[in-house]
């Protein structure tokens, strides 16, 4: 169980020169503010670009690749051509009121987002330090000691840019802010390991419990997650909760709720976050030209989600969120 009292249970953060890469920089897809459901308190979320799954229901398709990508926003489109006409590479085509861009052929050189009066195309992400990211989150830092917030890191996969992500959480462990990393875990464990000293929560998400079913659904099996979280749970007793989404008709069977329990139990882990399935990031698709595959997915009811949640409390864990 997870102390929401708890403000610097990481490893005491000294501060003394460490091995910082001169320019150091990372790819950050957007910073949200006032958050409430990834760790406790009000919380400042990073959201990193770059991520090693393709989850079916994935809300946040604009994370998925580390470089920035150019998305088209539909209704701020006022049909000019001015983006067609200025594309260097011809990437872009007209087809109706929709602007389908031409991922192979774009170079990222910014002419159609700098020409189209309407800001209908523009970059999903940037370039940021550490410093620039610890200065954005420090906005907040009131709100952290009011209510027992902090930062968290999220994606995408923070995994996927270690360097760069264990720089900004030290520097955060630093000004005293209570830290949590949300992540597949599915990444080397030398890679989890650098960041531990620095994350007071882990926020581990587990998608489904069967090794062919998990790489039918994200397109990687899920061996090394399950490892990771045996480790880290070990490693760092009381700091893991996990977060189960749960998706109408891919993992919502008893069967694989009751493994899920067991697992925990095996692990000592006694905190989760049940999430029921959602529609928010469907313009995500729209905006990068992609296929929304879940579109006849039907959202769960309340109902549905209460008993799940039920199940997991009357076996001894905390349901949290």
């Known amino acids: 169980m997870y102390n929401r009292d708890d403000f610097c249970s990481a490893a005491a953060v000294k501060e003394e020169e460490q091995s910082v890469p001169a320019g150091l920089t990372g790819s950050i897809a957007r910073i949200e503010r006032y958050m409430i459901h990834d760790g406790p308190g009000i919380r400042t979320v990073v959201f990193f670009k770059g991520c090693p799954l393709r989850c079916v229901w994935c809300s946040s398709p604009q994370t ?12 701020k489109c006022i049909n000019c051509g001015s983006c067609v006409a200025s594309c260097p590479e011809k990437a872009i085509e007209a087809v109706d ?19 189209c009066p309407a800001a209908a195309l523009k970059f999903d992400g940037c370039l940021m330090s550490p410093e620039d990211v610890v200065n954005e989150v420090m906005k907040d830092e009131h709100f952290y000691k009011t209510s027992g917030g902090g930062v968290t890191l999220s994606g995408g996969e923070p995994l996927g840019q270690p360097e760069f992500a264990s720089e900004i959480l030290r520097r ?7 830290t949590a990393l949300e992540t597949s875990a599915y990444a080397e464990w030398q890679v989890l390991k650098k960041l531990m000293d620095f994350v007071d929560l882990f926020l581990i998400d587990i998608k489904h419990m069967d090794t062919e079913e998990h790489l039918k659904i994200t397109g990687r099996n899920n061996d090394l997650i399950l490892d990771n979280i045996l480790r880290t749970a070990k490693e760092r007793p009381g700091s893991v909760a996990i977060q189960f989404p749960v998706i109408p008709g891919y993992n919502d069977t008893k069967g694989n709720i009751d493994s899920l329990v067991q697992f925990m139990t095996g692990a000592g882990i006694d905190s989760i976050d049940v999430i029921p399935f959602h529609k928010l990031g469907q313009h995500e698709y729209e905006e990068l030209g992609l296929d929304y595959r879940v579109m006849d997915v039907e ?5 549905s989600i209460q008993n799940i949640r039920e199940h997991i409390k009357s076996k001894g864990f905390e349901i949290i969120n």
């Open 97 to 115: 009121d929709i602007k389908k861009i031409d991922r192979g052929k774009c170079n990222l050189c910014d002419e159609c987002v700098e020409i």
């Open 172 to 178: 955060c462990k630093l000004k005293g802010f209570h």
């Open 64 to 75: 998925w690749k580390e470089t920035k990508e150019v998305i088209f926003l539909k209704r």
């Open 299 to 303: 959202v769960p009811e309340t109902g």
